[in-house]
């Protein structure tokens, strides 16, 4: 999953900026003077290019904050356009609810993408046009391995230290989400990165012949993925493996396409879109939570207490196998973790893994919202970290209470789906909401639970380090600019 496309099209706008600018503003102005559309309030392209170039040459991180800024000069739905793209900023949780789910058809569809992100992309639940393909394969996700049933069955993952928690969460969430997609433990099914030299993105057609062995290079990735991916997607097929999400593949058929099964690219697709979309997003809430548990050992404590008392066998060491885990059947969902179900809701809100949806598109040049028109070809793109900071919803929205979400509290049985109203929207709302927030929240409830009830979770020793540094910085998620550190104490 992409999840800052809008973000990295900047950066690489502005790398070629100097070139194209001329052509830029010819094609701007002339759009702006021959068009009757009123786009959404913005800044004019020529003003905004200088303040871009400077936030990326100092502090590439920055984008986001010029983008925050705009919105408080100009207001909480924005427009920037940049080259031949418009992209459209919402920042208000009103507007999003009237698009995203009053008038959900029209603004689920994606922006197209183009070569050499197609070549990994295109099949992808994730990427793929508002459509029946869509809906046959997002059917199958929802229906099948992250269905109810499913979700509940959650396999195991494995003297005082101090840690890096970052690549262990991330090793742990991939080993677990290998093993949902094949049925069978795969060591080296997740180590395919499928990063993608940045500078293809921007005119394929020109840069796919200056950079030739980079986009080779991709090539060869792509053909590696479907190299390892498809044997284990086929083996899935033998009921010696557990049921898991490669089986359902096989299973699909396309009815609008003369009932056709999936392609071996749309599978190979599909299984890398599985690994990709679910790991770096909860393993950055995980990281995110913990980091809060190590600033506020009230809460770390209170954590504990509840999952000590509802003591379920799961979590509990086996005594017989040394620090062996019992294998853990299912993760309980009883009431009695309200307090835990709150720390989880409260580190989504506070520090959602992705501060943007992924873009939306609509399908016809006619849609509109509060006035505005938003053109075929615009990018629209939705700050869920915005919303789920708003003080018109939140006191103090930038402190870590998890009471907020128990009973009373204003987040008492938010509803992240956003069905009446939107309060925040760490999976985005609608139609094209992530069909994984409940196994996301189970997995974070389950690895919270577990590295609580094991360990006591502390500052690392100064010097250096004594405070925890909770800066943002972009990656593929938006994750601690400094790895959380923490020092870990067995607690028996
Ligand atoms: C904390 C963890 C996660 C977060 C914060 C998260 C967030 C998101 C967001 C914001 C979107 C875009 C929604 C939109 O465009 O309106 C999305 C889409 C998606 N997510 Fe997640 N996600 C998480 C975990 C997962 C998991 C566990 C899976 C399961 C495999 C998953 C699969 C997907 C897929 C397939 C899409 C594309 C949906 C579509 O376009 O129809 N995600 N996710």
């Known amino acids: 999953m992409e999840v800052v496309s809008p973000w990295r099209l900047l950066v690489l706008s502005l790398s070629l900026a100097t070139v194209v600018l001329s052509l830029f503003l010819l094609f701007g102005l002339r ?22 170039l400077a936030v990326l040459l100092y502090d590439g991180a920055g984008t986001l904050g010029l983008i925050r800024d705009l919105h408080l000069r100009y207001g909480p739905i924005i427009s920037v356009r940049l080259i031949f793209r418009t992209f459209i900023f919402v920042a ?35 990427f793929s046009p508002y459509g029946h393909y869509w809906r046959a394969v997002r059917r199958n996700l929802t229906a099948g391995e992250l269905s109810h049933a499913r979700v509940r069955t959650l396999a195991p993952a494995e003297a005082e230290a101090v840690v890096v928690l970052r690549p262990l969460l991330r090793r742990a969430m991939l080993e677990l989400l ?21 500078i293809l993105d921007f005119l394929p057609a020109v840069t796919r012949r200056l950079f030739r062995r980079r986009w080779a290079a991709c090539v060869a990735v792509r053909r590696r993925q479907e190299e390892l991916f498809l044997p284990l997607i086929h083996a899935a097929a033998a009921a010696a493996t557990a049921p898991c999400y490669a089986r359902s593949l096989l299973a699909v058929r396309v009815p609008e396409e003369g009932n056709r099964p999936l392609t071996d690219a749309e599978m190979t697709s599909l299984c890398s879109e599985f690994l990709n979309a679910a790991g770096d ?19 770390q404590a209170s954590v504990y207490a509840e999952v000590k008392a509802a003591c379920c066998p799961e979590l509990l060491i086996n005594k017989d196998g040394g620090d062996r885990l019992q294998p853990p059947p299912a993760i309980q969902t009883s ?39 938003v053109p075929k070809d615009a990018e629209l793109n939705f700050m869920t970290a915005e919303i789920g900071r708003d003080i018109k919803v939140w006191t103090r929205p930038l402190e870590f209470c998890p009471e907020r979400f128990l009973e009373g509290g204003e987040g008492y049985g ?4 956003g069905i009446k109203e939107i309060k925040m929207m760490p999976f985005g709302v609608g139609r094209r909401m992530c069909p994984g927030y409940s196994l996301a929240m ?44 923490a020092r870990i104490i067995p607690r028996n």
């Open 31 to 52: 759009r702006g003077r021959g068009s009757r559309r009123q786009l959404p309030p913005g800044p004019p392209p020529v003003l905004l290019l200088p303040k871009l």
């Open 92 to 126: 208000d949780r009103g507007i999003a609810h009237r698009m995203l789910i009053q008038s959900g058809a029209t603004f689920a569809d994606r922006p197209p993408t183009f070569e050499p992100r197609r070549l990994f992309t295109s099949g992808e639940t994730t």
């Open 178 to 198: 290998v093993y949902r997609c094949f049925g069978a433990a795969a060591p080296y099914a997740h180590s395919i990165a499928t990063s993608i030299f940045p």
């Open 281 to 299: 997003t909860t393993g950055t809430l995980i990281e995110w939570i913990m980091a809060e548990l190590v600033r506020h050992h009230d809460i």
């Open 335 to 373: 009431s009695s973790y309200s307090y835990l179900k709150a720390v989880v809701l409260e580190g989504l809100r506070l520090h959602p893994p992705t501060h943007l949806l992924i873009p939306h598109g609509v399908q016809s040049d006619d849609a509109e919202v509060d006035g505005y028109t």
């Open 414 to 417: 938010v509803d992240v789906k």
């Open 442 to 485: 189970r997995i974070a409830e389950y690895f919270v639970a577990r590295l609580v009830m094991d360990l006591q979770w502390w500052r690392p020793p100064p010097p250096p380090g004594a405070e925890v540094d909770m800066a943002e910085v972009f990656d593929f998620t938006t994750v601690m600019k400094h790895p959380l550190r």
